[in-house]
């Protein structure tokens, strides 16, 4: 049965790993569960995360480079530990832009890194990873006003408004909307006006 608040679950594709595709709704950060390692050329790394419903995601070898150097060599030890990944829809293959899956924030790390990684023969792109929130060990006030609309907006969708909106408050009410939101909305926002 499909959820109305989250539609993203009617876009999959019938494969067996996350598709760029079931991003284009906005960013999903998922905690890993479990790390495999194939005998594939292409995509010897699998990664599930909680609720991936059969759909793992299988990180490119940009994207793997970039948990190797933000989580270390040792996959077994990856569990636990969550990243934000979007759809960077600037993504090339066989010279044409299909998009891809890339990975904007993860846990366990202090600060934010920066990575040249090679793109394509000859071509370095610079990666930024930023910090993913730790999680609240206690309560959070529950979302009124301006940041329980800037939550509905992202929940659905919205990037465009919530940005627009966002921007459009003085930094008092930024500020007070923002030590309210949840740590996925933050995070989605903070992609969202770094783009």
Same mark, same amino acid.
């Given at each position: 049965? !499909? ?64 948990? #190797?150097?933000? =989580? ?20 090339? !293959? ?18 934010? #890194? ?51 909106? !966002?921007?459009? =408050? ?18 989605? #926002? ?6």
């Amino acid at each position: 049965m !499909f959820d109305v608040k989250d539609l993203r679950t009617t876009i999959v594709p019938k494969s067996d790993q996350l598709n760029a595709e079931q991003l284009l709704g906005g960013p999903l950060t998922v905690t890993v569960s479990d790390v495999r390692v194939s005998d594939s050329a292409e995509q010897p790394v699998t990664v599930h995360y909680q609720g991936d419903d059969g759909h793992p995601y299988k990180p490119c070898k940009t994207m793997r480079k970039v948990l #190797i150097l933000a =989580w270390g060599q040792d996959g077994s030890g990856w569990a636990g530990k969550a990243m934000t990944l979007y759809c960077d829809s600037s993504i090339m !293959f066989g010279g044409v832009k299909v998009g891809g899956i890339r990975i904007s924030h993860v846990s366990g790390i202090d600060r934010d #890194i920066q990575v040249s990684l090679t793109a394509t023969r000859g071509k370095k792109t610079l990666h930024t990873i930023k910090a993913l929130k730790a999680a609240a060990t206690k309560k959070a006030p529950p979302m009124t006003g301006r940041a329980s609309q800037l939550a509905a907006d992202v929940a659905a969708g919205r990037m465009a408004e919530a940005v627009e909106a !966002f921007d459009a =408050w003085s930094q008092d009410e930024r500020d007070e909307a923002w030590a309210l939101l949840d740590d996925a909305t933050a995070n989605a #926002i903070s992609l969202a006006l770094s783009a």
